[in-house]
T-cell receptor
Framework: TQLLEQSPQFLSIQEGENLTVYCNSSSVFSSLQWYRQEPGEGPVLLVTVVTGGEVKKLKRLTFQFGDARKDSSLHITAAQPGDTGLYLCAGGGRGGADGLTFGKGTHLIIQP | EPEVTQTPSHQVTQMGQEVILRCVPISNHLYFYWYRQILGQKVEFLVSFYNNEISEKSEIFDDQFSVERPDGSNFTLKIRSTKLEDSAMYFC????????????FGQGTRLTVV
């Protein structure tokens, strides 16, 4: 069974600070996706990384896929209250129809 | 912007009853999925569907579950005889080429079994 561990589980910081959250596994994934989920709503896709070592930037968010494709990180620069939410990582398998394996998420609170 | 739509947004049913959850995936997508999320827990994969048949299913997707694409647009999840532990948010998702590309999720159906 593939598992994704996300850390920290909860993070509360002040507006303007930088932060990094992590997504780790002992399994190799062919792709990894980061989602953001608001209470009572579906996950909203932020980014997909496919290649080991890949780095993608989305405004103040930087996503990195580990060289061995077993881990990923999300770094937010100058966090804003609008960044508050639940951030989920999800790993994709080798087959085109494989379901995603989700982590439990990091609850992020940015205080003004 | 195209989106995955799900109906109903909330369904309350009595234990033992059958429910059908409905989804309209994004129109040019080829892969369709159902996931569930029990309150406070992580999102779990149930089943994937491609070319009018199930491609993969998890251990959760037992004989009480079935999926169907009855026409060119709808994708349904049927739970034959609901149990209390089926209470959860059920999310439909679709993707153009499978998990190597983006999977887009609907807003979910909150199923409450009483």
């Amino acid at each position: 069974t593939q598992l994704l561990e996300q850390s920290p589980q909860f993070l509360s910081i002040q507006e303007g600070e930088n932060l990094t959250v992590y997504c780790n596994s002992s399994s190799v994934f062919s792709s990894l996706q980061w989602y953001r989920q608001e209470p009572g709503e579906g996950p909203v896709l932020l980014v997909t990384v496919v290649t080991g070592g890949e780095v993608k930037k989305l405004k103040r968010l930087t996503f990195q896929f580990g060289d061995a494709r077993k881990d990923s990180s999300l770094h937010i620069t100058a966090a804003q209250p609008g960044d508050t939410g639940l951030y989920l990582c999800a790993g994709g398998g080798r087959g085109g129809a494989d379901g995603l394996t989700f982590g439990k998420g990091t609850h992020l609170i940015i205080q003004p | 912007e195209p989106e995955v739509t799900q109906t109903p947004s909330h369904q309350v049913t009595q234990m033992g009853q059958e429910v059908i959850l409905r989804c309209v995936p994004i129109s040019n997508h080829l892969y369709f999925y159902w996931y569930r999320q029990i309150l406070g827990q992580k999102v779990e994969f149930l089943v994937s569907f491609y070319n009018n048949e199930i491609s993969e299913k998890s251990e959760i997707f037992d004989d009480q579950f079935s999926v169907e694409r009855p026409d060119g647009s709808n994708f349904t999840l049927k739970i034959r005889s609901t149990k209390l532990e089926d209470s959860a948010m059920y999310f439909c998702a679709s993707s153009r080429q499978g998990v190597h590309t983006e999977a887009f999720f609907g807003q979910g159906t909150r199923l409450t079994v009483v």
